[in-house]
Nanobody
Framework: QVQLVESGGGLVQAGGSLRLSCQGS????????MGWFRQAPGKEREFVAG????????NYADSVKDRFTISRENAKKTVYLQMTSLKAEDTAVYYC???????????????????WGQGTQVTVSS
């Protein structure tokens, strides 16, 4: 049974930092591209960041570039999202996703991911 379990969400003041983690099981984690997406109330789920299977390539949404960093530790089957300089508009449920199909050029395409976590809430107060 495939599972992706996110953790690390919470309430933080604007300008603060959080680190999200996502641990996978039951899937070939080390050969999958991994992504972070987020969904705010009433909005579509949007791409935040993606990382290739070996960590050699990372892509970011323009809205988080230079503030968020995605990384992974394949030995721990874990992907991270370090978030700094948080803004109120970063408030959302954050989901991690994994799949074999997202190429380096297509990490932002949510339809290419096979597995999703249950999400973790991030709330940034202004």
């Amino acid at each position: 049974q495939v599972q992706l379990v996110e953790s690390g969400g919470g309430l933080v003041q604007a300008g603060g930092s959080l680190r999200l983690s996502c641990q996978g099981s039951g899937m070939p984690f080390s050969s999958y591209a991994m992504g972070w997406f987020r969904q705010a109330p009433g909005k579509e789920r949007e791409f935040v960041a993606g990382i290739s299977w070996n960590g050699g390539r990372a892509n970011y949404a323009d809205s988080v570039k230079d503030r968020f960093t995605i990384s992974r530790e394949n030995a721990k089957k874990t992907v991270y999202l370090q978030m700094t300089s948080l803004k109120a508009e970063d408030t959302a449920v954050y989901y991690c996703a994994g799949g074999s199909r997202p190429t380096a050029q297509a990490m932002g395409n949510k339809y290419l991911y096979d597995y999703w976590g249950q999400g973790t809430q991030v709330t940034v107060s202004s």
